[in-house]
T-cell receptor
Framework: GESVGLHLPTLSVQEGDNSIINCAYS??????FIWYKQESGKGPQFIID?????DKRQGQRVTVLLNKTVKHLSLQIAATQPGDSAVYFC???????????FGQGTILTVHP | DAGITQSPRHKVTETGTPVTLRCHQT?????MYWYRQDPGHGLRLIHY???????DKGEVSDGYSVSRSKTEDFLLTLESATSSQTSVYFC?????????????????FGPGTRLTVT
């Protein structure tokens, strides 16, 4: 079936740098995407979402970019902090009511 | 945390025993979900509910059943636990509080239950 995947399983950055986490999706019918952050021992935490009729959406220190032409999603974190260290998942919604398909995750490590 | 709690948080059980996990929400969200999370597989949907007594299967439903007799509680039952069901189980909710709308697709997750089947 369709699946969501990630280009990089791990990403290490220095504190203060900008981070970019990438995600490729394969279902062109997906119309909604979410990024989640998961810290060790905790449940996934909603970060930001974007609908397929948008190319970009900004939150606090985070920006999500959607390129439907190449089916690519990215999460940009500005001025990365040690507290941003976590696993980041992208997810896509393929059906009308909201069932999500999750990617494997990228481990972000921020070095002080 | 969207008012989601899961119980128990940790459980060790023996193969062949039945196990029930509970998800409780306090904000009257319409949709509830059960996922399992395993290394190399990410989050996979087991079952979901779109209302009281309305449930359906996800992609890995074999060996699991669910019940939702009231809005706030969604129970996941392992009929006869097997070692392959050792995992971390997450409950999630979506939908506007009070069921006022169905356009809120973002899912909010509980803290998880770590289940070990020996």
């Amino acid at each position: 079936g369709e699946s969501v995947g990630l280009h990089l399983p791990t990403l290490s950055v220095q504190e203060g740098d900008n981070s970019i986490i990438n995600c490729a999706y394969s279902n062109s019918a997906s119309d909604y995407f979410i990024w989640y952050k998961q810290e060790s021992g905790k449940g996934p935490q909603f970060i930001i979402d974007i609908r397929s009729n948008m190319d970009k959406r900004q939150g606090q220190r985070v920006t999500v970019l959607l390129n439907k032409t190449v089916k690519h999603l990215s999460l940009q974190i500005a001025a990365t902090q040690p507290g941003d260290s976590a696993v980041y998942f992208c997810a896509e919604k393929e059906t009308s009511y909201g069932k999500l398909t999750f990617g494997q995750g990228t481990i972000l490590t921020v070095h002080p | 945390d969207a008012g989601i709690t899961q119980s128990p948080r940790h459980k060790v059980t023996e193969t062949g025993t039945p196990v029930t996990l509970r998800c409780h929400q306090t904000e009257n969200h319409r949709y509830m979900y059960w996922y399992r999370q395993d290394p190399g597989h990410g989050l996979r949907l087991i079952h979901y509910s779109y209302g009281v007594k309305d449930t359906d299967k996800g992609e890995v439903s074999d060996g699991y059943s669910v019940s939702r007799s009231k809005t706030e509680d969604f129970l996941l039952t392992l009929e006869s636990a097997t070692s392959s069901q050792t995992s971390v189980y997450f409950c999630a909710i979506s939908g506007s509080p009070g069921g006022r709308g169905t356009s809120d697709y973002e899912q909010y997750f509980g803290p998880g239950t770590r289940l070990t089947v020996t």
